[in-house]
């Protein structure tokens, strides 16, 4: 086991590296927040790959895998669909905004600051607890490694992805995204899923042992399928964490094509991660627990050193969405609802230096980090506690923000009693039929479009002027909320 530790420990010493080397160039907001908007097609497709591709999806997809056979990889599937839907339809207009955070777009194309900030808590809420769970997959990572207690398993591996992404802001996660997706590439799709359906006996013995609806494209239930639809799929469109990364590519055409080569892979990635667990099915068909497919399988049929690269590449896995979704928070908490409480309100680059943003943004990152290392410590259930998160930002924010990029008759009563409306019937219905259920993001979703409708056609329609300057600004012809500031030195 040497080599392996050898492996993971190079590994966690080369991210805090990285991020000491992000300390460098993050000189400016747009720099630390995101990386410059300078990003091309590599780096971008392959930093949105890993942002997407998180603990869930690699532990997770693997264990989706080992209960229901290939249809366990439509979770990670409809992820990867999600990123397409967005890359292709609206990345580009997106990109073309040049603002910071979804509460942002939302200010500007429904004029003022009433909708951004009851999104901005709702969207903070979500990457809060969306950074929180994939803090907790930390505890699995290391216990397999070094029988770890879990505690201090969340303090090591949270207070590595919170010193890098405070160090550097979005330059060092990007770089250790990059190295992370690399990681992965090679860790599961190179060397893990071979390996096992080679244990296993070829996909021959794998159809002898198992069940015929093992192979069935379906078998996971088509209820269970449109769910994750509804919230993977169409919370890869609204999500802070993900258009944050959008924000970071040098023009909507690295965003449209870099995202469309992402979201392949992800789909790619969801087939490799359902193979895998179908293997372990036939290795192990016993396990307590779906989701030790993945450590199991990784411990006991990896040959030396190539253990230790998979396990990275777990490492890699939910250390990149736990720093996007870092990032993601702090950003909003920062942006969408501090700096409108202290009356800053859109424009922050008026009432401080270069220097001042920077280090504003480094220490919400550093209390969000803290959050979210406590939370993790108190939460056990990560499945309801990722559900809640999933449920209020697809019944809450889906409608208002689509709805404000497709309909020109969209206002902005419309889009808060639409956040409103859908918020509390996700609250209510889950109370209801339990956090786990189906009901409350459907209905919820619901009651969040009829609001928006009917709110919108009975109030009056967004003032012209506003709508003219969101055309401009969708047209990428003009400036952006707060001037760029150019790089100081330090």
């Known amino acids: 086991m040497a080599v392996d530790y050898a492996v993971i420990v190079v590994y966690l010493a080369g991210m805090l590296a990285m991020g000491w080397w992000g300390m460098r160039r993050a000189r400016s907001k747009s720099e630390f ?11 971008y497709s392959g930093t949105m790959a890993a942002i997407v591709l998180g603990g869930a999806s690699t532990i997770g997809g693997v264990g989706l895998g080992y209960q229901y056979g290939l249809s366990g990889a439509w979770m990670v599937f409809t992820i990867g669909l999600g990123l397409l839907a967005l890359s292709v339809f609206f990345s580009a207009r997106i990109a073309r905004l040049k603002v910071y955070t979804v509460s942002e777009m939302l200010d500007l194309r ?8 009851v999104s ?24 397999v490694l070094f029988d770890m207690n879990r505690t201090v398993a969340i303090v090591l591996g949270g207070s590595i992805v919170v010193a890098y992404s405070t160090l550097g802001g979005m330059w060092s996660i990007t770089l250790t995204d990059m190295v992370q997706f690399v990681v992965k590439t090679i860790g599961v799709l190179l060397l893990l899923l071979p390996i096992a359906v080679v244990k296993a006996g070829g996909f021959s013995e794998m159809k002898a042992q198992l069940p015929t609806e093992y192979f069935d494209p379906l078998g996971i239930g088509g209820e269970t399928i449109f769910t994750y639809v509804l919230i993977y799929t169409f919370g890869m469109l609204i999500g802070q964490d993900i258009w944050q990364r959008v924000f970071t590519a040098r023009s909507d055409r690295t965003a449209k094509w870099g995202g469309t080569v992402a979201g392949t892979y992800c789909l790619a990635y969801a087939l490799a991660g359902a193979v895998i667990g179908t293997a372990a099915k036939v290795l192990y068909p016993k396990l307590g627990s779906p989701d030790d497919a993945f450590a199991t399988i990784v411990k006991d049929e990896l040959p030396l050193g190539v253990r230790g690269l998979v396990l990275a590449a777990a490492l890699a896995a939910v ?6 979704a870092l990032i993601a928070c702090a950003t909003v908490a920062n942006n969408d609802i501090w700096s409108r409480l202290r009356g800053l309100g859109k424009a922050p680059a008026e009432n401080a230096d270069d220097h001042d943003e920077v280090q504003g943004n480094r220490l919400f990152i550093l ?3 803290l959050a979210v290392i406590c939370t993790a410590i108190a939460i056990d259930n990560v499945v309801e506690a990722l559900t809640v998160a999933y449920n209020l930002l697809v019944g809450g924010l889906l409608v208002p923000i689509l709805g404000g990029l497709v309909w020109k008759r969209g206002t902005v009563y419309g889009a808060l009693s ?21 009901e409350p993001v459907y209905y919820g979703l619901l009651a969040s479009l009829a609001a928006y409708l009917v709110v919108s056609l009975a109030t009056p329609a967004t003032d012209a002027a506003v709508l003219t300057a969101w055309r ?3 047209a990428g012809r003009s400036s952006e909320l707060a001037s760029e500031p150019t790089p100081v030195s330090q």
């Open 120 to 143: 901005g808590v709702v969207m903070w809420a979500y990457t809060l607890m969306l950074a929180v769970t994939s803090t907790i997959a930390y505890a699995t990572i290391f216990d």
């Open 110 to 117: 429904y004029g003022g600051g009433r909708a951004g900030i």
């Open 418 to 438: 639409s956040v409103v409306v859908g918020g509390l019937a996700v609250i209510v219905l889950m109370a209801t039929y339990g956090i786990l259920a189906n």
């Open 33 to 43: 927040l995101v990386a410059g908007r300078r990003l091309g097609p590599a780096m």
């Open 319 to 324: 250390m990149s969405t736990s720093s996007g």
């Open 472 to 474: 401009e600004r969708l």
């Open 367 to 369: 209390i969000m980090g």
